[in-house]
Each structure stands twice: as structure tokens, then as C-alpha cells.
């Protein structure tokens, strides 16, 4: 059974950083390109990073400089590393691969 779950979302102040995670089951992981969209209330979901098979990687450009996407192809991880946070970075986090979609992970970006 294929499954995505996310996990390492938070409240975090401006300027700060967080690291999302999401665990992949049931794929021939190395076969797929990895993704990660956002979703803020009253929004439409978008495209925030990619990352092929091949390891090219690929920013929307308003995270461009700030994200770094990554995948650990042994453990069957994806990451998003998020730094310089600002309030506009507010969304539920999802993951993809293929057309599976995990449950997303909360980022809040207050003071």
C-alpha cells in the first residue's frame, strides 16, 4: 500500500526555520520525482519544490534561496528545509509522488 505522511510542521517567528519530513511506503522510491505543494487557507494549492530521479531540483520563485528540497533514497524520505520563514509561508505542507498526496503538516509563520 502506498502511503505519504508528513511530519515537522510547527509555529515558528519570522526569520526562523523548520525542516519538513515525509516518509514514502510501498514505492519503488528511486522511480519517481518527489514534490512539495503548499496550501494556505482561502488558496489555491501550489507548487513549492521538486526534486527528479536524477537529483535536479526545482523552486517555485518565491522560495527560491530560502527552501532546499532533498531526498534520502534509503530511507525513502523526502525533505523540505525551510529557512528565512515569513508569514506568507503559512500553509498545510503536502508531499507527492505520483498521484499520492499525504495529509499534510501545518506550517504557521507568527510572532
Known amino acids: 500500500q502506498k502511503q505519504l505522511v508528513e511530519s515537522g510542521g510547527g509555529l515558528v517567528q519570522p526569520g526562523g526555520s523548520l525542516r519538513l519530513s515525509c516518509a514514502a511506503s510501498g514505492f519503488d522510491f528511486n522511480s519517481y520525482p518527489v514534490d512539495w505543494y503548499r496550501q494556505a487557507p482561502g488558496k489555491q494549492r501550489e507548487a513549492v519544490a521538486s526534486m527528479s530521479t536524477s537529483g535536479a531540483r526545482g523552486y517555485a520563485d518565491f522560495v527560491k534561496g530560502r527552501f532546499t528540497i532533498s531526498r534520502d533514497s534509503t530511507l525513502n524520505l523526502v525533505y523540505l528545509q525551510m529557512n528565512s520563514l515569513k508569514s506568507e509561508d503559512s500553509a498545510v505542507y503536502y508531499c507527492?509522488?505520483?498521484?499520492?498526496w499525504g495529509q499534510g503538516t501545518l506550517v504557521t509563520v507568527s510572532s
Open positions: 507527492n509522488i505520483d498521484t499520492f
